[in-house]
């Protein structure tokens, strides 16, 4: 049986695992969701999935004041 975690997302959508893997804490994306910079397109409450999109200019962003 697969569960959330095997669920392989659509091109153009990022997992929380995909923007850790970049460098981007998991806090950093649960406060952008919380704060509504980032939206829930699907998968589960524990795995949500995002829209690359709209990922990347918070993650281009993210980074430019990590390295400031």
């Known amino acids: 049986m697969t569960g959330p ?3 392989i997302p659509p091109p153009g959508i990022l997992t929380s695992a995909d923007l850790w893997a970049i ?8 406060d952008w969701v919380r704060r509504g910079r980032l939206t829930v397109t699907g998968g589960s ?3 949500p999935w995002f829209r690359a ?10 980074a430019a004041r990590k390295s400031a």
């Open 5 to 7: 975690r095997d669920r």
């Open 45 to 47: 409450s524990l795995y």
């Open 23 to 30: 460098g981007v804490p998991p806090a950093t994306v649960r």
């Open 53 to 62: 999109e709209d990922a990347a200019p918070l993650v281009e962003a993210w």
